[in-house]
């Protein structure tokens, strides 16, 4: 059975820092780009990031851009996201995500692409 589980989520203050795993069981990832997407309360879903298979390409919105960062360890079968400069505006929850293509160096902000979910990650930014 295939299961994402995020973590490292919580409540911070603005300016603050957080870093989110998502870790992944059951089957290995290494073939595939992974992605994070978050919801905030009100709101659809939305990209955060993506990173390629080897770790080689990475992609962001640009409303995180400079501040967020992704990164994987296909020997842990885990991604993360370095989170830095907080706004209260990234309050939401956090998922990663399994882009179902493989092998492939190009990332997509569609979340058609992508189908194994988390639960997902609850981040909390205060002002």
């Known amino acids: 059975q295939v299961q994402l589980v995020e973590s490292g989520g919580g409540l911070v203050q603005a300016g603050g820092s957080l870093r989110l795993s998502c870790a992944a069981s059951?089957?290995?990832?290494?073939?595939?780009?992974m992605g994070w997407f978050r919801q905030a309360p009100g709101k659809e879903r939305e990209f955060v990031s993506a990173?390629?298979?080897?770790?080689?390409?990475?992609y962001y919105a640009d409303s995180v851009k400079g501040r967020f960062t992704i990164s994987r360890d296909n020997a842990k079968n885990t991604v993360y996201l370095q989170m830095n400069s907080l706004e209260p505006e990234d309050t939401a929850v956090y998922y990663c995500?399994?882009?179902?293509?493989?092998?492939?160096?190009?990332?997509?902000?569609?979340?058609?692409?992508?189908?194994?979910w988390g639960q997902g990650t609850q981040v909390t930014v205060s002002s």
């Open positions: 995500a399994v882009d179902r293509r493989t092998l492939l160096g190009v990332l997509s902000d569609s979340d058609r692409w992508y189908d194994y």
């Open positions: 059951g089957r290995t990832f290494r073939n595939n780009a």
């Open positions: 990173i390629t298979w080897n770790g080689g390409r990475t």
